[in-house]
Structures are given as structure tokens and as C-alpha cells.
């Protein structure tokens, strides 16, 4: 059964930091692509970052550029995401998703699985 589960999300001050989990249950880990994306309140979902299958990534060309790093630990089936320098417009729920052996772009019709998402909250 697939299943992925994020973790780490919490309230936070501006300039503060968080790393956020996901945790895959999949066939094949190592075989999929893992994605970040975000959704704010009265906002659509966006693509945050990705990690592919083979080691490269892919960062959203917004603000988040150079605040936030992806990566992946395949001997613990997981994918991170750290975020620093956060800001009060970073607040939303955080989803990490799967796409085998996927390019790792941004556009959401791309990942197959999803999670339930966890809730980050940024405060001034």
C-alpha cells in the first residue's frame, strides 16, 4: 500500500527554520521522483521543489529559491525539506508527492501519490 507522510511542520517566528519530513512507503523509493509542493489559504497549490529518482533537483523560481533545499535519504525511504529565512507569506500546508522515475517538474498532474499534507505557520 502506498502511502507518504509528512512531519515537521509547526509554528514558527519569521527568520526561523524548519525541516520537514516525508516518509514514503512505496514499491520502489529509490525509483521515484519525490515532490514538495505548498498550498496557502485562498491560494492555489504550487510546486515548492523536487528531487528525482537519479539525484538532480529542480527549485521553483519564486521567493523560495535559496531559502529552501530538498533532499532524500533512501536508506530511510525519506525526503526533506529544509527551510530557512522563513517568512510570514511561507505560511500553508506542505504536501510531498511521487512520480516514478518522473522529470522532476513542477506541474501537479505529474505525481502519482500524494500526502495528507502538514501545517506550517509563520508568524511576525
Known amino acids: 500500500q502506498v502511502q507518504l507522510v509528512e512531519s515537521g511542520g509547526e509554528l514558527v517566528q519569521a527568520g526561523g527554520s524548519l525541516r520537514l519530513s516525508c516518509a514514503a512507503s512505496?514499491?520502489?523509493?529509490?525509483?521515484?521522483?519525490m515532490g514538495w509542493f505548498r498550498q496557502a489559504p485562498g491560494k492555489e497549490r504550487e510546486f515548492v521543489a523536487s528531487i528525482r529518482w537519479s539525484g538532480g533537483t529542480t527549485y521553483s523560481q519564486n521567493s523560495m529559491k535559496g531559502r529552501f533545499t530538498i533532499s532524500r535519504d533512501n536508506a530511510k525511504n525519506t525526503v526533506y525539506l529544509q527551510m530557512n529565512s522563513l517568512k510570514p507569506a511561507d505560511t500553508a500546508v506542505y504536501y510531498c508527492?511521487?512520480?516514478?522515475?518522473?522529470?522532476?517538474?513542477?506541474?501537479?498532474?505529474?505525481?502519482?501519490?500524494w500526502g495528507q499534507g502538514t501545517q506550517v505557520t509563520v508568524s511576525s
Open positions: 508527492a511521487a512520480d516514478y522515475r518522473g522529470p522532476g517538474a513542477g506541474q501537479i498532474v505529474l505525481y502519482d501519490y
Open positions: 512505496l514499491p520502489t523509493f529509490s525509483s521515484f521522483t
